[in-house]
């Protein structure tokens, strides 16, 4: 599972990549044809694996404790301008929440987890194990979408 968290991280410092070559207004701006933007699918990701990790699986009660989730949960859409502020620490978010899923794994914290089936994939995910590397596809995922929407912005 090493290398499955450090394609996770690895993934994620690429998409830090493509949102630092951004200017906010850019971060935020809906590409026609989106119903959505680049800071969303950042922050979409972000708050997804925290959740599938703990809540889905049953190690923790509700989704209170995951930062940002009311902003970016899945059928979200953006309603506010995201100030540099809350991009930084989506950043930040982005990184230690996968090191403090590793820790957890390293403990043992997932050792016995609930079963669940993603509505996205109805992929069944049944360990920890399952969450972790449908979320390597789920990140990638956003991050191509990201891609695009850049590609849009830059070529207006």
Same mark, same amino acid.
């Given at each position: 599972?090493?290398?499955?968290?450090?394609?996770? &991280?690895?993934?994620?410092?690429?998409?830090?990549?493509?949102?630092?070559?951004?200017? +906010?207004?850019? +971060? =935020?701006?809906?590409?026609?044809?989106?119903?959505?933007?680049?800071?969303? =699918?950042?922050?979409?990701? $972000?708050?997804?694996?925290?959740?599938?990790?703990?809540?889905?699986?049953?190690?923790?009660?509700?989704?209170?404790?995951?930062?940002?989730?009311?902003? #970016?949960?899945?059928?979200?859409?953006?309603?506010?301008?995201?100030?540099?502020?809350? $991009?930084?620490?989506?950043?930040?978010? !982005?990184?230690?929440?996968?090191?403090?899923?590793?820790?957890? #794994?390293? %403990?043992?914290?997932?050792?016995?987890?609930?079963? #669940?089936?993603?509505?996205?994939?109805? %992929?069944? +995910?049944?360990?920890?194990?399952? $969450? +972790? &590397?449908?979320?390597?596809?789920?990140?990638?995922?956003?991050?191509?979408? !990201?891609?695009?929407?850049?590609?849009? &912005?830059? =070529?207006?």
């Amino acid at each position: 599972m090493e290398k499955v968290f450090k394609f996770i &991280i690895d993934g994620r410092k690429a998409f830090i990549r493509l949102i630092d070559e951004l200017s +906010l207004d850019q +971060l =935020n701006e809906i590409p026609e044809g989106f119903n959505n933007n680049i800071i969303w =699918n950042f922050g979409h990701i $972000v708050v997804s694996t925290q959740t599938l990790s703990y809540t889905r699986t049953g190690i923790r009660e509700g989704v209170s404790w995951v930062k940002y989730v009311d902003a #970016y949960a899945k059928g979200t859409k953006p309603t506010y301008y995201v100030s540099q502020e809350e $991009v930084d620490d989506l950043k930040e978010i !982005a990184l230690r929440s996968i090191q403090a899923i590793e820790a957890d #794994y390293n %403990a043992g914290v997932f050792k016995i987890t609930t079963p #669940y089936e993603t509505a996205t994939y109805g %992929a069944s +995910l049944n360990s920890i194990e399952d $969450v +972790l &590397i449908t979320s390597v596809g789920h990140d990638n995922l956003h991050y191509g979408y !990201a891609t695009a929407q850049k590609r849009i &912005i830059n =070529n207006k």
